[in-house]
Protein backbone atom coordinates (compact mmCIF):
# COMPACT_ATOMS: atom_id res chain seq x y z
CA UNK A 1 0.00 0.00 0.00
CA UNK A 2 1.29 3.54 -1.07
CA UNK A 3 2.48 5.45 2.10
CA UNK A 4 1.42 9.14 2.43
CA UNK A 5 3.64 11.72 2.33
CA UNK A 6 1.31 14.04 4.69
CA UNK A 7 3.56 13.53 8.08
CA UNK A 8 -0.15 13.84 10.20
CA UNK A 9 -1.11 13.15 13.39
CA UNK A 10 -4.35 12.32 14.44
CA UNK A 11 -6.03 11.26 18.04
CA UNK A 12 -9.07 9.42 17.98
CA UNK A 13 -11.14 9.28 20.85
CA UNK A 14 -13.39 6.29 21.95
CA UNK A 15 -16.39 6.24 24.54
CA UNK A 16 -14.63 3.90 26.51
CA UNK A 17 -16.70 0.43 25.80
CA UNK A 18 -15.47 -2.35 23.77
CA UNK A 19 -18.45 -1.68 21.12
CA UNK A 20 -17.31 1.86 20.66
CA UNK A 21 -13.40 0.92 21.12
CA UNK A 22 -13.75 -1.84 18.25
CA UNK A 23 -14.68 0.52 15.22
CA UNK A 24 -12.56 3.36 16.24
CA UNK A 25 -9.42 0.82 17.27
CA UNK A 26 -10.08 -0.81 12.98
CA UNK A 27 -10.58 2.86 11.75
CA UNK A 28 -7.27 3.53 13.56
CA UNK A 29 -5.51 0.85 11.80
CA UNK A 30 -6.38 1.49 8.59
CA UNK A 31 -5.00 5.05 9.08
CA UNK A 32 -2.27 4.14 9.95
CA UNK A 33 -1.57 1.49 7.48
CA UNK A 34 -1.48 4.41 5.53
CA UNK A 35 1.95 6.07 6.65
CA UNK A 36 -0.30 8.41 9.15
CA UNK A 37 0.64 8.37 12.86
CA UNK A 38 -2.27 7.94 14.99
CA UNK A 39 -2.56 7.89 19.12
CA UNK A 40 -5.90 6.31 20.42
CA UNK A 41 -6.70 8.17 23.76
CA UNK A 42 -8.41 6.83 26.63
CA UNK A 43 -8.53 6.70 30.35
CA UNK A 44 -6.94 4.81 33.36
CA UNK A 45 -9.76 2.95 34.22
CA UNK A 46 -9.95 0.97 30.79
CA UNK A 47 -6.26 1.23 29.87
CA UNK A 48 -4.73 -0.68 33.04
CA UNK A 49 -5.47 -3.97 31.54
CA UNK A 50 -4.54 -2.81 27.74
CA UNK A 51 -0.63 -2.50 26.08
CA UNK A 52 1.23 1.02 26.08
CA UNK A 53 1.11 0.78 22.29
CA UNK A 54 -0.17 -1.98 19.32
CA UNK A 55 1.29 -2.07 16.31
CA UNK A 56 2.08 1.35 15.59
CA UNK A 57 -0.79 3.16 17.14
CA UNK A 58 -0.01 4.45 20.42
CA UNK A 59 -2.15 4.88 23.11
CA UNK A 60 -2.36 7.72 25.42
CA UNK A 61 -4.31 7.22 28.85
CA UNK A 62 -6.00 10.07 30.80
CA UNK A 63 -5.13 9.62 34.48
CA UNK A 64 -7.74 10.19 36.89
CA UNK A 65 -8.58 10.37 40.65
CA UNK A 66 -12.02 8.49 41.05
CA UNK A 67 -13.22 5.96 38.90
CA UNK A 68 -16.03 6.40 36.80
CA UNK A 69 -19.64 5.59 37.73
CA UNK A 70 -21.46 2.95 36.79
CA UNK A 71 -24.42 4.12 35.28
CA UNK A 72 -23.51 4.50 31.82
CA UNK A 73 -25.66 7.76 32.22
CA UNK A 74 -23.53 9.38 34.65
CA UNK A 75 -20.00 7.90 33.37
CA UNK A 76 -20.65 10.20 30.26
CA UNK A 77 -21.02 13.24 32.00
CA UNK A 78 -17.88 12.13 34.14
CA UNK A 79 -15.94 11.69 30.91
CA UNK A 80 -16.97 15.27 28.94
CA UNK A 81 -15.53 16.79 33.01
CA UNK A 82 -12.36 14.80 32.56
CA UNK A 83 -11.72 15.35 28.90
CA UNK A 84 -12.25 19.46 29.25
CA UNK A 85 -9.75 19.28 32.09
CA UNK A 86 -7.38 16.80 29.88
CA UNK A 87 -7.41 16.98 26.28
CA UNK A 88 -5.60 20.53 26.09
CA UNK A 89 -2.42 19.28 27.90
CA UNK A 90 -2.43 15.89 25.41
CA UNK A 91 -2.72 17.42 22.64
CA UNK A 92 0.39 19.85 23.57
CA UNK A 93 1.85 16.75 24.73
CA UNK A 94 2.14 14.96 21.80
CA UNK A 95 2.56 17.80 19.58
CA UNK A 96 6.46 17.30 18.19
CA UNK A 97 7.18 18.78 15.36
CA UNK A 98 7.70 16.26 13.07
CA UNK A 99 4.11 14.95 13.14
CA UNK A 100 2.27 17.67 14.85
CA UNK A 101 -2.25 17.10 15.75
CA UNK A 102 -3.97 17.45 13.01
CA UNK A 103 -7.37 15.83 14.09
CA UNK A 104 -9.33 14.45 16.31
CA UNK A 105 -11.61 11.45 15.81
CA UNK A 106 -14.12 11.53 18.31
CA UNK A 107 -16.75 9.60 19.41
CA UNK A 108 -20.30 10.98 18.26
CA UNK A 109 -21.75 9.83 21.79
CA UNK A 110 -19.38 12.69 22.90
CA UNK A 111 -20.69 15.97 22.55
CA UNK A 112 -17.82 18.66 23.34
CA UNK A 113 -14.90 17.30 21.94
CA UNK A 114 -15.60 19.29 18.91
CA UNK A 115 -15.35 22.59 20.45
CA UNK A 116 -12.97 21.47 22.55
CA UNK A 117 -11.23 20.39 19.18
CA UNK A 118 -11.38 23.29 17.66
CA UNK A 119 -10.32 25.53 20.51
CA UNK A 120 -7.19 23.70 20.33
CA UNK A 121 -6.77 24.64 16.82
CA UNK A 122 -7.73 20.79 15.62
CA UNK A 123 -10.41 20.09 12.93
CA UNK A 124 -12.82 17.16 14.16
CA UNK A 125 -14.01 14.66 12.74
CA UNK A 126 -17.13 12.96 14.45
CA UNK A 127 -17.25 8.96 14.09
CA UNK A 128 -20.57 7.62 14.78
CA UNK A 129 -20.27 3.91 15.81
CA UNK A 130 -23.86 3.49 14.84
CA UNK A 131 -25.99 2.65 11.51
CA UNK A 132 -26.75 5.79 9.28
CA UNK A 133 -30.42 4.98 9.64
CA UNK A 134 -30.44 5.40 13.68
CA UNK A 135 -28.91 9.01 13.37
CA UNK A 136 -31.20 9.69 10.55
CA UNK A 137 -34.23 8.70 12.77
CA UNK A 138 -32.90 10.91 15.81
CA UNK A 139 -32.38 13.64 13.70
CA UNK A 140 -36.28 13.70 12.49
CA UNK A 141 -37.31 12.93 16.29
CA UNK A 142 -35.13 15.54 17.39
CA UNK A 143 -37.66 16.70 20.78
CA UNK A 144 -36.56 20.17 20.23
CA UNK A 145 -37.82 20.12 16.31
CA UNK A 146 -39.78 16.80 16.27
CA UNK A 147 -43.08 17.06 14.41
CA UNK A 148 -43.12 13.41 13.54
CA UNK A 149 -46.20 11.77 15.86
CA UNK A 150 -45.15 9.31 18.56
CA UNK A 151 -49.38 8.19 19.53
CA UNK A 152 -48.20 4.45 18.93
CA UNK A 153 -48.77 4.66 15.28
CA UNK A 154 -46.38 3.80 12.62
CA UNK A 155 -43.79 6.65 11.67
CA UNK A 156 -43.16 7.10 8.07
CA UNK A 157 -39.68 9.16 7.74
CA UNK A 158 -37.73 9.81 4.30
CA UNK A 159 -35.93 6.71 2.90
CA UNK A 160 -36.68 4.42 5.60
CA UNK A 161 -38.78 1.60 6.06
CA UNK A 162 -41.83 2.12 7.92
CA UNK A 163 -41.37 2.04 11.60
CA UNK A 164 -43.68 0.61 14.40
CA UNK A 165 -42.83 1.45 17.58
CA UNK A 166 -40.89 -1.79 18.43
CA UNK A 167 -38.85 -0.58 15.32
CA UNK A 168 -37.59 2.63 17.19
CA UNK A 169 -34.40 2.79 18.99
CA UNK A 170 -35.52 2.66 23.01
CA UNK A 171 -34.31 5.99 23.76
CA UNK A 172 -37.17 7.54 22.08
CA UNK A 173 -39.91 5.92 24.75
CA UNK A 174 -37.87 5.72 27.80
CA UNK A 175 -35.75 8.62 27.47
CA UNK A 176 -36.73 9.26 31.57
CA UNK A 177 -34.70 5.92 32.01
CA UNK A 178 -31.09 7.98 30.62
CA UNK A 179 -31.58 11.46 30.80
CA UNK A 180 -28.08 12.30 30.42
CA UNK A 181 -27.78 10.02 27.57
CA UNK A 182 -31.00 10.68 25.94
CA UNK A 183 -29.84 14.55 25.90
CA UNK A 184 -26.77 13.46 24.46
CA UNK A 185 -28.05 11.07 21.68
CA UNK A 186 -30.93 13.88 20.58
CA UNK A 187 -28.00 16.64 20.31
CA UNK A 188 -26.38 14.68 17.59
CA UNK A 189 -27.20 17.27 15.48
CA UNK A 190 -24.70 19.28 16.74
CA UNK A 191 -22.14 17.05 15.44
CA UNK A 192 -23.39 17.54 11.59
CA UNK A 193 -23.75 21.07 12.21
CA UNK A 194 -20.08 21.53 13.53
CA UNK A 195 -17.72 18.86 12.77
CA UNK A 196 -15.26 18.83 9.80
CA UNK A 197 -16.09 15.49 8.61
CA UNK A 198 -18.43 12.97 9.48
CA UNK A 199 -17.60 9.56 9.55
CA UNK A 200 -20.08 6.24 9.79
CA UNK A 201 -19.10 2.58 10.42
CA UNK A 202 -21.39 1.81 8.25
CA UNK A 203 -20.94 1.17 3.91
CA UNK A 204 -22.96 2.57 1.32
CA UNK A 205 -24.69 -0.66 -0.13
CA UNK A 206 -26.27 -1.72 3.38
CA UNK A 207 -28.16 1.39 3.91
CA UNK A 208 -28.29 2.99 0.37
CA UNK A 209 -31.13 5.03 0.28
CA UNK A 210 -31.09 6.53 4.13
CA UNK A 211 -27.33 7.34 3.33
CA UNK A 212 -28.52 8.87 -0.04
CA UNK A 213 -30.78 11.06 1.71
CA UNK A 214 -28.65 11.96 4.53
CA UNK A 215 -26.02 13.28 2.12
CA UNK A 216 -28.46 15.81 0.58
CA UNK A 217 -28.12 16.98 3.92
CA UNK A 218 -24.83 16.77 5.09
CA UNK A 219 -21.48 15.17 3.74
CA UNK A 220 -21.78 11.95 5.50
CA UNK A 221 -19.04 9.66 4.76
CA UNK A 222 -19.06 5.89 5.16
CA UNK A 223 -16.10 4.29 6.28
CA UNK A 224 -17.54 0.43 7.41
CA UNK A 225 -17.70 -2.25 7.99
CA UNK A 226 -14.46 -1.83 10.23
CA UNK A 227 -14.40 -5.66 10.48
CA UNK A 228 -10.59 -6.68 11.16
CA UNK A 229 -9.16 -7.20 7.75
CA UNK A 230 -8.17 -10.63 7.27
CA UNK A 231 -11.91 -11.04 7.43
CA UNK A 232 -12.42 -8.72 4.25
CA UNK A 233 -10.18 -7.16 1.95
CA UNK A 234 -7.07 -8.59 3.89
CA UNK A 235 -4.83 -5.80 3.20
CA UNK A 236 -3.80 -5.64 6.56
CA UNK A 237 -1.76 -8.68 7.40
CA UNK A 238 -2.48 -10.77 10.09
CA UNK A 239 -5.22 -8.70 11.36
CA UNK A 240 -7.56 -11.07 12.91
CA UNK A 241 -8.73 -9.41 15.89
CA UNK A 242 -9.59 -6.09 17.52
CA UNK A 243 -6.66 -6.14 19.71
CA UNK A 244 -7.85 -3.84 22.56
CA UNK A 245 -10.63 -6.13 24.79
CA UNK A 246 -11.82 -5.35 27.91
CA UNK A 247 -12.30 -9.04 28.95
CA UNK A 248 -10.91 -11.81 28.86
CA UNK A 249 -11.91 -14.41 26.75
CA UNK A 250 -11.92 -18.17 27.27
CA UNK A 251 -10.77 -18.41 23.44
CA UNK A 252 -9.30 -22.44 23.67
CA UNK A 253 -12.20 -23.32 25.51
CA UNK A 254 -14.64 -22.26 22.84
CA UNK A 255 -12.69 -23.41 19.76
CA UNK A 256 -11.76 -26.72 21.33
CA UNK A 257 -15.27 -27.56 22.33
CA UNK A 258 -16.76 -26.02 18.70
CA UNK A 259 -14.26 -28.23 17.05
CA UNK A 260 -16.15 -31.26 18.36
CA UNK A 261 -19.15 -30.23 16.95
CA UNK A 262 -21.01 -30.97 13.29
CA UNK A 263 -21.00 -28.29 10.35
CA UNK A 264 -23.74 -25.68 10.59
CA UNK A 265 -24.82 -27.52 14.33
CA UNK A 266 -24.34 -24.82 16.97
CA UNK A 267 -26.22 -21.46 18.00
CA UNK A 268 -23.98 -18.97 19.47
CA UNK A 269 -25.76 -16.71 21.51
CA UNK A 270 -24.27 -14.01 22.98
CA UNK A 271 -25.64 -9.99 24.21
CA UNK A 272 -22.78 -7.82 23.89
CA UNK A 273 -20.63 -5.92 26.68
CA UNK A 274 -23.50 -4.26 28.42
CA UNK A 275 -27.41 -5.26 27.82
CA UNK A 276 -28.43 -7.04 31.14
CA UNK A 277 -31.36 -9.44 31.03
CA UNK A 278 -34.00 -9.64 33.82
CA UNK A 279 -34.37 -12.87 35.82
CA UNK A 280 -36.91 -14.15 34.60
CA UNK A 281 -35.88 -13.38 30.47
CA UNK A 282 -32.54 -15.05 31.97
CA UNK A 283 -34.33 -18.44 32.42
CA UNK A 284 -36.65 -18.60 29.46
CA UNK A 285 -33.65 -18.22 27.28
CA UNK A 286 -31.96 -20.53 29.39
CA UNK A 287 -34.93 -23.21 28.29
CA UNK A 288 -35.09 -22.01 25.16
CA UNK A 289 -31.77 -22.97 23.98
CA UNK A 290 -32.05 -26.21 26.21
CA UNK A 291 -35.29 -27.21 24.44
CA UNK A 292 -34.63 -26.28 20.88
CA UNK A 293 -32.07 -29.29 20.81
CA UNK A 294 -28.92 -27.87 19.35
CA UNK A 295 -26.18 -27.30 20.56
CA UNK A 296 -24.78 -23.72 22.23
CA UNK A 297 -22.33 -21.57 22.93
CA UNK A 298 -23.45 -19.11 25.44
CA UNK A 299 -21.80 -15.94 26.77
CA UNK A 300 -22.65 -14.60 30.07
CA UNK A 301 -20.51 -12.56 30.98
CA UNK A 302 -19.55 -12.91 34.43
CA UNK A 303 -22.39 -10.16 36.15
CA UNK A 304 -25.03 -12.16 34.89
CA UNK A 305 -23.99 -15.57 36.28
CA UNK A 306 -26.11 -15.13 38.97
CA UNK A 307 -29.19 -15.63 36.83
CA UNK A 308 -28.84 -18.78 35.47
CA UNK A 309 -31.65 -21.05 36.69
CA UNK A 310 -29.62 -24.12 39.08
CA UNK A 311 -31.90 -27.19 37.29
CA UNK A 312 -30.42 -25.48 33.88
CA UNK A 313 -27.07 -25.62 35.10
CA UNK A 314 -26.93 -29.25 36.42
CA UNK A 315 -27.89 -30.32 32.60
CA UNK A 316 -25.83 -27.52 30.80
CA UNK A 317 -23.09 -30.02 29.80
CA UNK A 318 -25.44 -32.18 27.33
CA UNK A 319 -26.03 -29.75 25.40
CA UNK A 320 -24.14 -26.08 25.60
CA UNK A 321 -21.07 -24.43 27.04
CA UNK A 322 -21.56 -21.28 28.84
CA UNK A 323 -18.39 -18.25 29.10
CA UNK A 324 -17.74 -15.49 30.20
CA UNK A 325 -16.21 -13.71 27.01
CA UNK A 326 -14.93 -15.24 23.78
CA UNK A 327 -13.40 -14.25 20.99
CA UNK A 328 -16.18 -13.66 18.43
CA UNK A 329 -15.21 -13.34 15.54
CA UNK A 330 -13.25 -16.63 15.44
CA UNK A 331 -16.71 -18.20 16.94
CA UNK A 332 -18.84 -16.69 14.17
CA UNK A 333 -16.05 -17.71 11.44
CA UNK A 334 -16.07 -21.51 13.05
CA UNK A 335 -17.68 -23.63 10.80
CA UNK A 336 -19.72 -25.59 14.22
CA UNK A 337 -21.49 -22.71 14.07
CA UNK A 338 -24.97 -22.39 12.58
CA UNK A 339 -26.48 -19.22 13.79
CA UNK A 340 -26.10 -16.16 15.85
CA UNK A 341 -28.60 -15.39 18.80
CA UNK A 342 -28.10 -12.04 19.07
CA UNK A 343 -28.87 -9.05 20.85
CA UNK A 344 -28.37 -6.86 17.35
CA UNK A 345 -25.56 -4.45 19.04
CA UNK A 346 -23.94 -2.63 15.56
CA UNK A 347 -20.85 -4.10 15.95
CA UNK A 348 -22.39 -7.70 16.29
CA UNK A 349 -24.65 -7.34 13.30
CA UNK A 350 -22.25 -6.05 10.80
CA UNK A 351 -19.71 -9.20 12.25
CA UNK A 352 -23.08 -11.32 11.39
CA UNK A 353 -23.06 -9.69 8.23
CA UNK A 354 -19.43 -9.73 6.84
CA UNK A 355 -19.11 -13.45 7.95
CA UNK A 356 -22.02 -14.59 6.45
CA UNK A 357 -23.61 -15.90 9.65
CA UNK A 358 -27.82 -15.94 9.94
CA UNK A 359 -29.17 -14.41 12.81
CA UNK A 360 -31.98 -14.50 15.52
CA UNK A 361 -32.42 -11.13 16.79
CA UNK A 362 -33.36 -10.04 20.23
CA UNK A 363 -33.02 -6.87 20.30
CA UNK A 364 -32.95 -5.07 24.31
CA UNK A 365 -32.59 -1.68 24.17
CA UNK A 366 -30.69 1.50 22.34
CA UNK A 367 -30.11 0.94 18.67
CA UNK A 368 -30.70 -2.47 18.56
CA UNK A 369 -34.40 -2.97 18.17
CA UNK A 370 -34.00 -0.83 14.82
CA UNK A 371 -31.22 -3.15 13.21
CA UNK A 372 -33.47 -5.98 14.17
CA UNK A 373 -35.63 -4.34 11.81
CA UNK A 374 -33.05 -4.35 9.17
CA UNK A 375 -32.10 -7.45 9.85
CA UNK A 376 -35.14 -8.97 9.69
CA UNK A 377 -36.73 -6.90 7.20
CA UNK A 378 -34.45 -5.16 4.67
CA UNK A 379 -31.55 -7.29 4.96
CA UNK A 380 -33.48 -10.79 5.19
CA UNK A 381 -30.45 -12.48 7.35
CA UNK A 382 -32.82 -13.49 10.29
CA UNK A 383 -35.63 -13.69 11.98
CA UNK A 384 -36.67 -11.26 15.01
CA UNK A 385 -38.83 -12.91 18.37
CA UNK A 386 -41.52 -11.86 19.65
CA UNK A 387 -42.06 -10.69 23.02
CA UNK A 388 -45.14 -11.33 24.95
CA UNK A 389 -47.71 -8.54 26.61
CA UNK A 390 -45.45 -8.60 29.68
CA UNK A 391 -42.00 -7.72 27.47
CA UNK A 392 -40.53 -11.18 27.65
CA UNK A 393 -39.43 -13.55 25.12
CA UNK A 394 -40.76 -16.82 26.04
CA UNK A 395 -39.18 -20.79 25.70
CA UNK A 396 -41.51 -21.40 23.12
CA UNK A 397 -41.14 -18.54 21.09
CA UNK A 398 -36.75 -18.91 21.26
CA UNK A 399 -36.92 -22.48 20.90
CA UNK A 400 -38.91 -22.57 17.54
CA UNK A 401 -37.47 -19.25 16.22
CA UNK A 402 -33.65 -21.16 16.13
CA UNK A 403 -35.21 -24.43 14.94
CA UNK A 404 -36.97 -21.82 11.93
CA UNK A 405 -33.25 -20.71 11.31
CA UNK A 406 -31.46 -23.58 11.65
CA UNK A 407 -33.34 -26.39 9.88
CA UNK A 408 -35.78 -24.73 7.35
CA UNK A 409 -36.57 -23.81 4.36
CA UNK A 410 -36.56 -20.13 5.65
CA UNK A 411 -33.29 -20.79 7.20
CA UNK A 412 -31.35 -21.50 3.57
CA UNK A 413 -33.09 -18.50 2.42
CA UNK A 414 -31.61 -16.56 5.23
CA UNK A 415 -28.03 -17.95 5.01
CA UNK A 416 -28.18 -17.23 0.95
CA UNK A 417 -28.99 -13.85 2.06
CA UNK A 418 -25.94 -13.29 4.53
CA UNK A 419 -23.78 -14.57 2.00
CA UNK A 420 -24.81 -12.08 -0.62
CA UNK A 421 -24.38 -9.09 2.17
CA UNK A 422 -21.10 -10.46 3.05
CA UNK A 423 -19.51 -9.76 -0.67
CA UNK A 424 -21.11 -6.72 -0.91
CA UNK A 425 -19.95 -5.03 2.55
CA UNK A 426 -16.15 -6.73 1.80
CA UNK A 427 -16.26 -4.69 -1.85
CA UNK A 428 -16.84 -1.77 0.14
CA UNK A 429 -13.48 -1.46 2.11
CA UNK A 430 -11.78 -3.38 -0.79
CA UNK A 431 -8.99 -1.17 -2.60
CA UNK A 432 -11.64 0.98 -4.55
CA UNK A 433 -14.44 0.58 -2.89
CA UNK A 434 -16.80 3.30 -1.61
CA UNK A 435 -15.59 3.11 2.08
CA UNK A 436 -11.69 2.56 0.41
CA UNK A 437 -12.33 5.81 -1.39
CA UNK A 438 -13.84 8.22 1.97
CA UNK A 439 -10.53 7.17 3.86
CA UNK A 440 -8.41 7.97 1.28
CA UNK A 441 -9.73 11.62 0.56
CA UNK A 442 -10.11 12.30 4.32
CA UNK A 443 -6.34 11.29 4.12
CA UNK A 444 -5.67 13.20 1.36
CA UNK A 445 -7.37 16.16 2.87
CA UNK A 446 -4.95 16.54 6.43
N1 LIG B 1 -17.66 -9.44 21.72
C1 LIG B 1 -16.63 -10.32 21.92
N2 LIG B 1 -16.87 -11.41 22.69
C2 LIG B 1 -18.05 -11.66 23.28
C3 LIG B 1 -19.11 -10.75 23.07
C4 LIG B 1 -18.90 -9.66 22.28
O1 LIG B 1 -15.53 -10.13 21.40
O2 LIG B 1 -18.16 -12.66 23.99
C5 LIG B 1 -17.42 -8.23 20.90
C6 LIG B 1 -18.19 -8.28 19.60
O3 LIG B 1 -17.42 -8.96 18.62
C7 LIG B 1 -18.42 -6.81 19.29
C8 LIG B 1 -18.43 -6.15 20.66
O4 LIG B 1 -17.87 -7.09 21.58
O5 LIG B 1 -17.35 -6.30 18.51
C9 LIG B 1 -19.82 -5.79 21.13
O6 LIG B 1 -20.30 -4.72 20.41
P1 LIG B 1 -21.83 -4.61 20.00
O7 LIG B 1 -21.99 -3.32 19.28
O8 LIG B 1 -22.27 -5.82 19.28
O9 LIG B 1 -22.61 -4.61 21.36
P2 LIG B 1 -22.51 -3.71 22.71
O10 LIG B 1 -21.52 -4.39 23.58
O11 LIG B 1 -22.05 -2.34 22.31
O12 LIG B 1 -23.89 -3.77 23.24
Known sequence: MEEITNK???LVLPYPIQGHINPMVQFSKRLASRGVK???????????????????IKIESIPHDDDPPQSVDKSLEWLLALLSKSLGAIVEKLSDSEYPVKVLVYDSIIPRPIDLAHQLGLKGAAFFTQSCSLSAIYYHMDPETSKVPLDGSVVTLPSLPLLEKEDL???????????????????????FKKADWLFFNTCDVLEKEVIDWLRTQYPI???????????????????????????????????????SREIGSVVYVAFGSLASLGEQQMEELAWG??????????????SEENKLPNEFMLKLSERGLIV???????????????????????NSTLEALCLGVPMVAMPQWSDQPTNAKFISDVWQTGIRVKAGEDGVVNRDEIASSIREVME???GIMLKENAIKWKQLAKAAIDEGGSSDKNIEEFLSNL
Open 8 to 10: AHV
Open 169 to 191: PSFIYESDLYPSLTRIIFSQNIH
Open 324 to 346: NWCPQLDVLVHQSVGCFFTHCGW
Open 408 to 410: EEK
Open 221 to 259: KTVGPTIPSMYLDKRLKEDKEYGLSLFKPNSETCVKWLD
Open 38 to 56: VTLVTIDYVSKNMPKEFGS
Open 289 to 302: LMTSNFHFLWVVRT
